[in-house]
């Protein structure tokens, strides 16, 4: 009975002890991992915190063919010293890099020759641990940093450095906005996702300047990242742009004077008091009640919208969105989509770059504080809806818009066909505009047929006088008196041929001499910019007449007859001087 006992608790001993064997499946050790085209970041599990007992994790990264892959550890402390159960291994088709573990030499940077390493980890007993953080990116970006490098941490006035995707969510403090800037304590691409410079999900190349701090710096939620309220530095940070602030096409356009705003629907309250939730008063700096929905069920979450016109197509890089900003009503919008469209064009969602689907962005926790969302790439837009999706009692947003004017070569996203001439926007989400709108050019009795047709019979008119000199010239420069048969043919022959020495019945043109010669081709060049001139009067009063009057048919008719009269007038000027006695034989 006593060696059962001792079998029981021997088998329950085995069964509860962690084993190496038993460490789990490759990735159970895995923490946060953000991978893109061209970078990435990854950490092992609960880091910064202590990474489990008897993990493994293992994840292959990659740049596109072509490409060498850099790595750049960030941090690494694991316990044990000689490797054996706790280690971080690269390894590449050809090297090995590691194992390093412990308080052993770590570079700080990796050039592989290969676009692609697996990085393994893992882990044993142990009692204490960060793990690694590690970034990665392609060659293409040799000033690569990582997600824990903070602006104090250069000395430099200007810099630009590429910041991973996959750093907002890593553990580190900012303080500051973009307006102001940030404190040099903080972490730069963590502050860059902040400002809206680059998204997480893709990384970026961000440019840094540095300058005098400032008393305080104010904190706010932007772009999920939160930024706390500091205090006194002797340094601050701003994000620049092309010799210009971040911040250069971020100024408000909700307060600008042909913006205007309305909604799918409004509620008007009676407790105890009257109150308006007019979409009128949904702009951010109003100090009344913000827009409200008429109704706070789930059933109409897909119809409600904010709409804001801006009067034309603008570049749009943010959004500030807060709750109803009133104490005794505690409504807010927890999540939302955004929609745009432009004139005569379709309401499209914005999506993100990396998935391609509908982003959906971070709304308030609140009625009172604002949130801040950027959009990467800008919004190009006239019109822009946001739809929420999620919310808390009831539908409450004020807004506001942050962007510039469309400048040349800055038009970046989706629209390119636009209308100058204003659009009512739909009612209905998804609707096309198909009606076309008249130019203000062109009177809206004629149609593009009847522009057409007169354009052509003129460009025939004109070819014919064209082809008509260029035989003139041909002739002058070969036979000047022409064949006894050219003499003898009828009237256009003698147009193709006017230089032909004959003799009419009412005057004879002879050639005695060279100079005489010159005179008479002055004569003809006269006629002809006489005849030009007659044709480019015409064009003129057959425009007049056709955008004097709707009627088709008979302006048709007009033109035919005016444009057979320039014909007839051309030849029969011309013929003045050749002589062209059509249906009388020339005498010799």
């Known amino acids: ?67 060498k892959l850099i790595l750049r550890l960030g941090d690494l402390d694991i316990e044990s010293q000689t490797c054996a159960s706790d280690y971080l291994l690269f390894t590449s088709s050809s090297d090995q890099y590691g194992p390093y573990c412990g308080s052993m030499p770590v570079p700080k940077e990796l050039l592989l020759n290969t676009n692609e390493v697996t990085v393994r980890f893992e882990s044993g007993s142990h009692i204490s641990g960060r793990g690694f953080l590690l970034t990665y990116a392609s060659s293409d970006h040799p000033d690569l940093i990582t997600c824990l490098e903070r602006a104090n941490h250069y ?156 009067g034309e197509k603008k570049k749009i890089t943010g959004i500030m969105t807060t709750g109803s900003t009133q104490s005794n009503f505690n409504f807010y919008v927890k999540s939302f989509v955004m929609r745009f469209k432009n004139n005569n064009s379709k309401w499209r969602t914005y999506k993100g770059i990396a998935s391609n689907k509908e982003k959906v962005f971070q709304g308030n926790s609140n009625f009172r504080d604002p949130v801040r969302n950027n959009f990467i790439p800008p919004i190009v837009a006239r019109y822009v809806r946001v739809v929420p999706q999620t919310w808390h009692q009831r539908i409450a947003l004020k807004v506001e818009l942050f962007g510039c004017r469309i400048s040349q070569g800055n038009d970046s996203l989706v629209f390119r066909k636009t209308s100058p001439d204003t659009v009512g926007s739909t009612e209905r989400e998804d609707e096309t505009i198909t009606k076309s709108v008249p130019s203000p050019e062109m009177p809206t009795g004629i149609n593009s047929t009847a522009v057409a047709i007169p354009l052509v019979l003129l460009a025939l008119l004109v070819a014919g006088m064209g082809i008509f000199a260029v035989l003139r010239r041909r002739k002058k420069k070969g036979n000047p008196y022409g064949s006894a048969k050219a003499q003898k043919t009828d009237c256009w022959k003698q147009i193709k041929y006017p230089f032909a020495r004959h003799q009419s019945a009412e005057f004879t043109i002879s050639y005695d001499n060279e100079k005489e010669v010159t005179q008479k081709l002055d004569l003809i060049t006269s006629d002809m910019a006489e005849a030009r001139s007659r044709q480019a009067s015409h064009r003129q009063e057959l425009e007049r007449s056709y955008s004097s009057g709707p009627r088709y048919h008979d302006n048709l008719e007009a033109l035919k007859s005016s444009v057979t009269k320039v014909l007839v007038k051309t030849l029969r000027g011309t013929g003045k001087h050749s002589s062209c006695p059509c249906g009388r034989r020339a005498r010799r």
């Open 155 to 310: 000395l430099k006035t200007e810099y630009s450095k590429f910041c991973p995707a996959g750093c907002r969510d890593i553990a580190g403090d900012i303080s500051g906005n973009l307006v102001d800037g940030y404190r040099d304590t903080s972490l730069l691409c963590k502050a860059a996702i902040h400002a809206g410079v680059i998204a997480d999900e893709l990384g970026g190349q961000i440019r840094v300047l540095q300058s005098k701090g400032i008393s305080r710096y104010e904190g706010i939620l932007a772009n999920g990242v939160l930024s706390k309220d500091g205090s006194l530095s002797d340094k601050r940070f701003l994000f620049t742009s092309d010799g210009h602030t971040a911040a250069s096409c971020s100024r408000s356009l909700s307060l600008e004077p042909d913006t205007q705003i309305r909604a799918s629907w409004q509620w008007f309250s009676e407790t105890g008091e009257q109150v308006h939730w007019s979409p009128g008063q949904a702009q951010l700096q109003d100090q009344d009640p913000s827009w409200a929905s008429g109704d706070s069920s789930k059933t109409r979450r897909q119809r409600e919208w904010l709409e804001t016109d801006l």
């Open 1 to 67: 009975m006593v060696a059962g006992a001792r079998g029981l608790l021997a088998l329950l001993l085995v069964v509860s002890a962690p084993p190496r064997l038993q460490a789990g499946e490759l990735g159970d050790g895995c923490g946060h991992i953000v991978t893109y085209q061209d970078s990435g970041t990854m950490t092992s599990k609960n880091y910064p915190g202590t990474y489990p007992n008897h993990t493994v994790c293992e994840k292959t990264i990659k740049v596109p063919k072509g490409k």
